[in-house]
């Protein structure tokens, strides 16, 4: 897959299914892609073996003892074997008449301020009411890259991720802002509200990330070769501080990988305030706030339901004319209010 395809989006984790299995006695000699046709439901030994010919690097496939194996392997007892394989489940996608926020039109593409709570496009348990659905209703025609389940959709943001994104109507746009992203001409800037004060004004955060080895939902800094990652990078700029208790930092991206910023976030022991996957779901402290300032600062994060970050700002060379296009979106405003709560407390 190419870095687009690894833009943050909590969806595309919830687009497999996870099975985790311990061999046992009697299952033990069986070569892997047997054992994993008989252990998996609705599973042939070709639909196994597709699995294990996955490349490394894929987000999908089979680990065995968190190894990647070939379908030969013999089992043995007590192997853990963890499996992440797409589910089966057919998805009509039709378009529906939901509110768009569109701040940019022409004939090639789209931007659009993606609110908060809306998944970009349908997975199984989100089929309808995504931004993909919207943008059917709107545009009818979209560039076919993407496939059926997310025509036009060049980059992805999470579910509980506000701001800009953009949207290809043609294959030659799609190609071109494609291009964009992975050559890092195309700007994209993030505003985070996370736990604690760094001790620098800027840094680089050059971390590689994966699928976790410990949680198949979540995905990680990852430190050891044995475990597939993709180089990762995410510039940080600290805007302004609360009290030793909160930052806000403005986040560049330049690679774009599922989660990135959060889970650099979380790494580099700042996690995005109300992040539900990387630490960042906490009560206020009693020092520096009072009880009465620690409930209203609680109540704000609370109302969030989700992570304090909003994609305000993209730029980009327009895919025709070639004229730099730079674009942003206001924070949403249940993220401006926890911004009010802390100026009010914190300047009094």
């Known amino acids: 897959m190419s870095d687009f395809e690894f833009e943050e989006d909590e969806s595309v984790l919830a687009t497999a299914e996870t099975f985790s ?5 009697e299952q033990a000699g069986q070569r892997l892609d047997v054992f994993l046709a008989a252990a998996l439901p609705e599973t042939t030994r070709a639909m196994a073996q597709r699995l294990l010919d996955l490349p490394r690097d894929s987000e999908e496939g089979v680990w065995v003892n968190q190894k990647r194996e070939k379908s030969s392997l013999k089992t043995k007892k007590g192997d853990l074997i963890e499996v992440l394989r797409p589910c089966a489940k057919p998805i009509e996608v039709n378009p529906e008449d939901i509110p768009l926020d569109i701040i940019f039109e022409d004939s090639q593409m789209l931007v659009i301020n993606k609110p908060r709570g809306m998944v970009v496009h349908p997975a199984p348990g989100a089929e309808r009411g995504t931004l993909v659905n919207a943008v059917l209703y709107h545009a009818k025609d979209l560039s076919g890259i993407g496939g059926a389940l997310r025509p036009g959709i060049v980059h992805r943001l999470d579910k509980d991720t506000s701001g800009l994104i953009m949207v290809a ?3 030659a ?6 291009g964009q992203i992975q050559s890092r001409a195309a700007e994209r800037r993030y505003l985070a509200l996370v736990w604690g004060v760094p001790k620098y ?3 680089k955060v050059d971390a590689p990330i994966g699928r976790s080895p410990n949680d198949r939902k979540k995905m ?3 430190t050891e070769s044995r475990h597939a990652s993709r180089t990762a990078q995410t510039e940080l700029f600290v805007r302004e501080t609360f009290n030793g208790a909160f930052t806000l930092m403005e986040a560049k991206l330049h690679t774009g990988r599922t989660h990135q910023i959060r889970v650099h976030a979380s790494y580099i022991r700042h996690p995005v305030v109300g992040d ?9 402290t009693a020092i520096p706030f009072t009880n009465p300032q620690r409930v209203r600062i609680d109540e704000a994060i609370a109302a969030m339901e989700g992570q304090a970050l909003h994609a305000f700002s993209l730029a980009f060379d327009h895919p025709t004319s070639g004229e730099r296009l730079h674009f942003t979106a206001p924070l949403p405003p249940v993220f401006q209010r926890l911004m009010d709560t802390l100026h009010e407390i914190t300047t009094g």
């Open 220 to 222: 990680a800094v990852i």
């Open 21 to 25: 299995l311990i061999v046992e006695a």
């Open 169 to 171: 109507k043609t294959d």
């Open 201 to 203: 004004e800027h840094a």
């Open 276 to 284: 539900p996957l990387y630490g960042g779901v906490r009560t206020v």
């Open 173 to 178: 746009a799609h190609h071109s802002l494609q």
